[in-house]
């Protein structure tokens, strides 16, 4: 590895020349990494970042579907303004279970941990991520911290709401709740590490000719994600151990009635929680740019536009945390400036969806399935930005508070934005971790039902909410009671859009057709690979001398390697021999 | 008026809070549906009008266009700064109460909303103000945070523990608003409703008088009175049916299985100690979840709370 990454930055500063060849993946390869370790031992002790990747993914959709198996039955008990089949206390808690799932378990690590794991070194052309047992240990302590927060189920359950806002989080009696704080306590340094890991794998392990203007937009905006994950998650951290010790050793600091301050919990929760959803939400964008070049077949408008954009939202992302507190009662002047920045905010974002859209002009524009959950994510994921700004607005925020607004805003950004772009990475990437294609026509219609139930869930929540229907009600006035119905029904409809989809990957998985190295006719590196990749990715070290979007030149100048192949480490002293002959091409 | 997203806001019945609020939300949904539309229309359009033809299709390399990015940065920015400016200022009216504001003291706890008024009248779950007078309600908690929230009003704040929040209000016509808890707090949460009841304003000074000074009357009748005033009935029914804590049916001089095994009878220093430190002895098949009274209650009080309890069978 180091050999490579060498001979890369000597090839940068100067022309030194490489001796390269063209290598065409094979169309049905004989050894991927699904082959090279067999067994139940040899996954769980693996180190190959798809493998991992694989088993994050996995776990990924187990907890989504649990945690949207509680959200149907949250929706079904909200059928009636009373009681429907769950008692008060229960729903109480299946509401912060859920939300905490999904937040936690299900979007943070969705796309940087799943897909990116996966795909982070193929689109640099590395081997592997820098630390591959770092990236091991991380996903065990992504378990362990899962594990821990089913314990809490077990030892009376939490009923605080995601946010474990004080003083209702300490002075509740349940033991669960330490439990659940532990375990997101643990699950905060598996972010953390998958995010050292990439910062470093980015920059040390690009493949010869990957400078930094020729990353792919997927990468930079990895990039983003992994340096608010090393920022922002230690406060989490240092939150949790703040409440630990007030909860154990009774040193007020929340409480008031220790002489603590509530606010002060608020301040301290959302200056991770805020970063936060840009963790969730910045990888979906590279996925965006990724999918929409590919079946546009087009080059990005606004490279530097959009990946800018992705740093500009990690950075004044760390400043806006408290546009969640307009009502809670901390100063005026922070009041102020939180709404200023939050607007700030906003122009990167819109700047991001400009480009996408100006992409598309005068493309060559198929609509496959990755690219419709483009389409549907930039319908949905602009709602949720513009019903951010209306939150953003101080005097409009103040009544639209804790409402069904910030319930259905929250969800067009995070469901429609985030998980969207996911099914579109999924689908993208699904023949590359799998070697199989799914079945369209079936990929198509379940997109139907996710994007029409997503809407008869959602948009009632929206109306509801103005005309003043709080969020974490077991029971509600009569009034609503239509609009809690639409959005009832529509969960259901969602539901089965994710069963279809659950049906049509199962069958690709056995009988799905061969997809070949590239499907789509990517010019992205991770496609000049074999479809499942070797394992170590690339039988020869990819080098480059185009950009990942550049679809006017010919596919032949995207398959180069170092003349030597490369095997599981022993050829490198060959390859440094032969490196230094007369070669084809080299860029500096 | 007639604007088209009027559908979305409930009824504004105190425009000096709401007119600015419902104009910036009309303002923004507006200005958003016109972006929505260019962004979705544009994005369908090249859909259809580039759609590939052929395996082959050539692209042109456009990599980016200066003036482009520039004029789509600078005006969402323009109309930012005006959504802020606008909103800012709906803040401040919010934020400024009146000098001549009539003052109203409200507690929230689990889960009852208890209103004070200048001359000792006390309400539950009722708030009564003269229409046309500005009002402001001065707000704490007596457990975890809640939030006081009237829609018709647009204002809503959050109530604290350890200090003093406040919202202020005008209603212009007599008649009844909702008010919410919208701060997470726990079981009965969404049932910890309460309305606003606007009077003319002879009306509410003849209620006024009517409902002030001391409490009178035998210690049963008072007590009664403070059940009803405490919000215990939120909890506790009168009726014999199960809420969240025991019913005060007929529980004098029975004795009561208690959580850890034991049993105790109720006496009164049993309802004076579960007054106080609700903790320390919970009910078999109940939760601790009761709020402390502790430092909030007389001894005379609970004197005419136990008279009153002995009397429910």
């Keep these: 590895m180091a050999n490579v990454s060498t001979s890369a930055n000597s090839a940068a500063s100067t022309p030194m020349k490489l001796k390269v060849k063209q290598f065409q993946p094979a169309q049905t390869p004989t050894n991927t990494y699904l082959t090279d370790e067999k067994g139940v031992w040899a996954w769980l002790t693996t180190v190959d970042h798809k493998k991992i990747g694989l088993m994050y993914l996995g776990s990924v959709a187990f907890f989504f579907a649990l945690a949207g198996f509680l959200a149907i039955a949250l929706r079904t008990e909200l059928w009636t303004p009373a009681k429907t089949f769950i008692e008060a206390d229960t729903y109480n808690q299946l509401f912060t279970l859920h939300g905490a799932m999904m937040v936690f378990f299900v979007l943070v690590p969705s796309i940087p941990a799943a897909l990116g794991n996966f795909i982070l070194p193929m689109q640099l052309g590395a081997k592997d991520v820098a630390f591959p047992r770092l990236n091991l240990a991380s996903f065990y302590i992504y378990v362990f911290g899962a594990i821990f927060t089913f314990l809490s189920l077990a030892n009376n359950g939490f009923d605080t709401g995601w946010t474990f806002y004080t003083p209702y989080s300490s002075d509740t009696n349940s033991a669960g709740i330490i439990w659940v704080t532990l375990g997101v306590f643990i699950l905060g340094f598996s972010s953390i590490l998958t995010g050292t890991n990439f910062i470093t794998t980015i920059h040390k392990l690009r493949a010869p000719g990957i400078s930094w203007d020729r990353l792919p937009l997927n990468v930079w905006a990895l990039y983003a994600t992994s340096i608010i994950q090393v920022l922002a998650t230690p406060v989490l951290a240092i939150t949790i151990l703040l409440l630990a010790m007030e909860n154990i050793l009774d040193i007020g600091i929340f409480d008031p009635a220790l002489g603590g301050d509530p606010v002060l919990y608020q301040h301290f929760f959302w200056f991770y929680s805020h970063p936060a959803v840009y963790i969730m939400i910045v990888p979906g964008f590279g996925i965006i740019s990724e999918v929409i070049t590919t079946f546009s077949k087009k080059t990005i408008f606004g490279y530097w536009a959009i990946a800018l954009s992705s740093l500009a939202i990690a950075f004044i992302g760390f400043l806006v945390w408290g546009h969640h507190m307009f009502t809670s009662g901390q100063s005026a002047v922070a009041t102020t400036i939180f709404s200023f920045l939050t607007f700030l905010v906003g122009i990167p974002t819109g700047i991001k969806i400009f480009n996408w859209v100006a992409t598309l002009y005068r493309g060559s524009i198929s609509m496959k399935t990755p690219m419709l959950y483009v389409f549907i994510f930039i319908f949905l994921f602009s709602i949720g930005g513009f019903t951010g700004i209306m939150l953003g607005a101080l005097s409009v925020d103040i009544h639209l508070h804790d409402t069904y607004y910030v319930v259905a805003h929250f969800h067009y950004v995070m469901m429609g934005g985030t998980l969207i772009a996911l099914l579109a990475g999924l689908h993208y990437w699904w023949p590359k971790m799998t070697g199989k294609m799914y079945n369209e026509p079936l990929a198509k219609i379940a997109a139907g039902f996710i994007f029409i139930g997503f809407n008869v869930t959602f948009l009632p929540q929206f109306i509801m909410g103005a005309q003043g229907m709080p969020r974490r009600y077991y029971n509600y006035i009569d009034q609503f009671t239509p609009f809690h119905q639409t959005s009832t029904i529509g969960s259901y409809i969602l539901a089965l859009g994710f069963l279809i989809i659950l049906y049509y990957l199962a069958h690709s998985l056995f009988k799905g057709k061969k997809a070949g190295p590239n499907p789509w006719n990517s010019r992205g590196l991770e496609w000049q690979s074999t479809s499942p990749p070797d394992f170590h990715n690339f039988s020869h070290t990819p080098v480059v001398i185009h950009g990942p979007y550049d679809y006017h030149q010919p596919i032949e100048e995207f398959q180069l390697g170092l003349a030597v192949e490369h095997g599981h480490g022993e050829k490198y002293l060959a390859a440094d021999a032969t490196g230094s002959e007369a070669a084809e091409t080299t860029s500096a | ?313």
């Design chain 2, 1 to 313: 008026m007639g604007r088209l997203f009027d559908f979305m806001l409930p009824e504004n019945k105190s425009p000096l809070t709401a007119d600015s609020t419902d104009g910036l939300f009309h303002f923004i949904n507006e200005a958003s549906l016109v972006l929505f539309l260019g962004v979705v229309l544009a994005m369908i359009y090249f859909a259809i009008r580039y759609k590939r033809k052929s395996e082959d299709d050539k692209t042109p390399v456009i990599t980016h266009n200066n003036t482009l990015e520039i004029t789509w940065s600078v005006i969402p920015l323009l109309i930012t700064f005006v959504v802020f400016g606008w909103g800012y200022s709906g803040w401040l009216n919010l934020k400024t109460v009146p000098d001549d504001a009539y003052e109203i003291h409200v507690t929230g706890f689990k889960w009852n909303w208890s209103v004070n008024y200048e001359n000792g009248a006390q309400t539950i779950n009722e708030i009564h103000v003269p229409k046309g007078t500005p009002i402001k309600l001065v707000m704490q908690s007596r457990d975890v945070l809640h939030s006081f929230f009237v829609p018709e009003y647009r204002v809503k704040h959050d109530v604290l523990p350890n200090r003093y929040t406040y919202v202020w209000f005008q209603a212009e016509e007599a008649g009844e608003s909702q008010v919410f808890c919208t701060e997470y707090c726990g079981t009965s949460h969404s049932n910890m409703l309460a309305k606003v009841i606007v009077h003319e304003p002879d009306d509410f000074k003849t209620w006024l008088d009517e409902n002030g000074g001391t409490p009178s009357g035998s210690p049963v009748e008072q007590g009664e009175k403070l059940v009803s005033l405490q919000g215990c009935q939120t909890c506790h029914s009168v009726d014999g049916s199960d809420l969240i804590g025991p019913s005060f049916k007929g529980i004098w001089g029975r004795d009561r299985n208690l959580a850890d095994g034991s049993s105790v009878t109720v006496d009164e220093n049993y309802i004076r100690e579960s007054i106080l430190y609700p903790g320390e002895k919970i009910a078999e098949g109940y939760q601790n979840v009761m709020t402390p009274y502790e430092g909030r209650i007389s001894d005379e009080e609970i004197t005419n709370i136990i008279e009153y309890l002995k009397t429910i069978d």
